[in-house]
């Protein structure tokens, strides 16, 4: 079957084939190239932000899937020098590059949680100030750009075809392009290039012979970038609808001018917009969600990467998404029951790859809806048959919607045999003094929460921890005896703040002696009293287990 994307630029549906392999380059030199606008780090990243970073992480996947890991390289480009940048600085009253490298660091923290894999390159705009500075030499030498009082503007008229991406109307265009009415302009649709700094902000020598030092404008940022990783012309450039115009559009007029080229990207694929429980996201409205509070506590409740992503994929990509409270909600509902029929594959033997409906799904222009659809079909036959948990656990860590609990183990393993080093095994009688060996446990117990923080959410503690060694294995023993099949590193954590495993374990077992001697009244006191603090007892045939509410 054939991966099929719509491209923005033609407006149709098209048979997606890599430029190398339509070249016919020489197998070894072939290479699959996208480029996706990230963020201008001057804040936390929002939920908006977070649809382009989750749906292009599903098209790198599949990419990876189709034509080899090594074979597909993706860029996702950091924005480190805008005007929002200089703003947010002085009012925080901090350093330019102590703002751009805390919100980067932020940055990335918040899509490693959202299950999403690191880019091939991620070029800071601040580091390719050269290529900046030689395209715009270039697009001055062949009349396509013009110094005028300090700055370099494009000349849009320059590019008889400029607008073919958005195909607005020249009064639409106007309108939307935010650009500034300067005198010095020969059009008022011609966008800066260059402009010198002001005191205090970010300055490069200015090219073209100008004294003033300055600073590139934006658009010319991703055409340098792109340039530089991926060549004059690739395959797919990806961002949000919002960037339609006028930045990618003036990416297009740019590179296409720089490089004589037909084309910059041969497809360009935008996400739709996201809305907020059916509005619009401003600050002004004090409405924007971050993905930060996403992840520590939005609405009184954390959310992990297999709720956030399958709420964001659940929507097809290129329609607008109301993100609402209740869609979270419903999409926790449906990830705990998957990993509770998930939770005892052997993730060790699982091969990662897409079941041929999954696939299907997402070559015909990531249809992840579908693929959902799917998801849904598969939990229930592997409810009847748990055999068949295993497809349904390499779906969804194909899709990111788990992580492969294989690499968690390995990750935590890491952690754990530091400790292992540094710690002898609890029962060894290192001194007769129980306080020493008390003294021991407390230390490990510590490491443990220290790793339970660490820990991926979608993954299973009991599972993924059979590789951490006797101390460790010890520590986990109180949580098997009524614990569910699949226990959340956050359920771990909860269980300790709020009564601690072997005060559960106590209450669970003086209910199951109150119910042998039938004293239910009792009995149900204790199941009222554990249930007053969010976590649920659930009698069956097989016994009693415990299971955090939320």
Same mark, same amino acid.
């Given at each position: ?339 509770? $029929?998930?939770? /005892? %594959? +052997?993730?060790?033997?699982?091969? =990662?790859?897409?079941?041929? @409906?999954? &696939?299907?799904?997402? *070559? ?61 095994? $609890?029962?060894? /009688? %290192? +001194?007769?003094?129980?306080?020493? =060996?008390?003294?021991?446990? @407390?230390? &490990?117990?510590?490491? *443990? ?102």
């Amino acid at each position: 079957m054939q991966l099929k994307l719509y491209d923005t630029l033609t407006r149709q549906k098209r048979d997606f084939v890599p430029l190398d392999w339509e070249l016919g380059l020489p197998e070894a030199e072939r290479r699959v190239r996208m480029y996706v606008c990230g963020p201008t780090v001057y804040d936390f990243a929002h939920i908006g932000n977070a649809r382009p970073v989750i749906v292009f992480d599903v098209l790198f996947r599949l990419l990876r899937h189709l034509y080899g890991n090594d074979r597909v390289v993706y860029v996702r480009n950091i924005t480190d020098v805008d005007d929002r940048i200089n703003a947010r600085a002085a009012e925080l009253g901090v350093a330019i590059r102590e703002l751009t490298e805390r919100t980067y660091r932020d940055f990335a923290k918040d899509v490693r949680a959202l299950g999403c894999l690191p880019p091939s390159f991620e070029p800071r705009a601040t580091e390719y100030i050269e290529p900046m500075q030689a395209m715009i030499e270039r697009l001055i030498d062949q009349g396509n750009a013009y110094v005028a009082e300090e700055h370099v503007l494009f000349h849009v008229p320059s590019m008889p075809d400029y607008g073919q991406l958005s195909k607005r109307p020249l009064d639409e265009m106007l309108a939307g392009a935010r650009v500034e009415v300067a005198p010095y302009k020969r059009n008022p649709m011609d966008f800066v290039l260059w402009k010198p700094s002001k005191p205090g902000e970010p300055a490069w020598p200015s090219p073209a012979g100008i004294a003033t030092p300055g600073r590139p404008g934006w658009h010319i940022e991703c055409s340098a970038m792109a340039w530089r990783h991926l060549g004059e012309m690739f395959d797919i450039h990806g961002g949000g609808i919002d960037l339609e115009f006028p930045h990618h559009e003036n990416e297009i007029a740019q590179s296409r001018s720089a490089f004589h080229t037909p084309l910059m990207a041969r497809f360009w694929v935008h996400n739709g917009f996201l809305q907020l429980e059916g509005e619009k996201m401003a600050k002004s409205v004090g409405n924007v969600v971050t993905i930060r509070e996403l992840l520590t506590g939005w609405n009184g409740r954390v959310w992990d990467q297999s709720e956030i992503r399958f709420l964001m994929l659940s929507t097809h990509y290129a329609q607008p998404l109301d993100w609402t409270l209740h869609g979270l909600e419903e999409a926790r509902r449906i990830t705990s029951d998957w990993k509770k $029929i998930t939770a /005892q %594959v +052997d993730h060790d033997r699982i091969d =990662i790859k897409p079941s041929p @409906q999954i &696939l299907s799904a997402l *070559l015909d222009n990531l249809n992840t809806p579908e693929a959902i659809h799917f998801l849904h079909q598969e939990a229930k036959l592997a409810v009847r048959d748990p055999t068949l948990a295993n497809a349904l656990y390499s779906d969804l860590v194909f899709l990111g919607i788990f992580a492969d609990r294989k690499l968690v183990a390995d990750q935590i393993k890491l952690v754990s045999d530091q400790i292992e080093q540094e710690l002898p095994p $609890i029962g060894m /009688q %290192v +001194d007769s003094s129980q306080e020493v =060996i008390r003294f021991h446990r @407390q230390r &490990l117990e510590d490491h *443990l929460k220290i790793i339970l923080q660490n820990w991926n959410p979608t993954a299973n503690v009991i599972s993924t921890s059979s590789s951490m060694g006797s101390n460790m294995e010890l520590l986990l023993e109180p949580w098997k005896k009524f614990g569910p099949k699949f226990i959340s590193p956050a359920d771990m954590i909860y269980i300790n703040e709020k009564i601690g495993i072997e005060e559960l374990n106590r209450r669970i077992e003086q209910r199951l002696e109150a119910r042998r001697l039938k004293r239910f009244q009792e009995a149900d006191s204790i199941r009222s009293e554990v249930g007053s603090i969010g976590i649920v007892l659930n009698d069956s045939k097989e016994g009693t287990t415990w299971e955090v509410k939320r």
